[in-house]
C-alpha cells in the first residue's frame, strides 16, 4: 500500500491553539479524518485574519480549495488541545498549497498533517483569479 506523505516547509508563516471538540471524534471516539480538514479550514481563517483578509478577500480575490490531503501520526480526543501551523507555500500564478501541521500541545507529539491546494477566485466575474499582490505582501510582512 503506498501511502500519502506530506513534506512539511522547514518554518511555518502562523500558528494558532484549538481544542478538539466532541463533534470532531469519530465512532471510535478519536479526532476524525473530515474534522481535521475542519480544523485545517479554522486554522486558515485565522491565518487570514491575522493578516487582516477573509477567505472572500484575500487581498483582492477569493479563495477556493481545489484539493486536500490528510496524513495521521497519532490519535487526539476531545478536550484536547491542538496548536496548528500554517503555511502558505508552492506559488504558482493563480494559487498555493497551504500545509498545516497539528501536534498536541500537552506532550508536544505530532497529531496529524495536512495540505490544501488554494486557487484565487474572483467571485463577481466566477473566475479563476491571479494571486493578488496584497496577498503576497501581507504574508511578507507577516514573515517578517
Known sequence: MTRIKIDLPESADYATEMRVRVGDANYAGHLANNAVLLLAHEARVRFLNEMGMSEMDAGGAGLIMNDAAVVYEAQAYPGETLRA?????????????????FTRTSDGKEIARAKTGVVFFDYDKQKIARVPQAFRDALEKLRA
Open 85 to 101: 501551523t500554517v503555511t502558505a507555500k508552492d506559488f504558482g500564478p493563480v494559487g498555493c498549497d497551504m500545509f498545516f501541521r
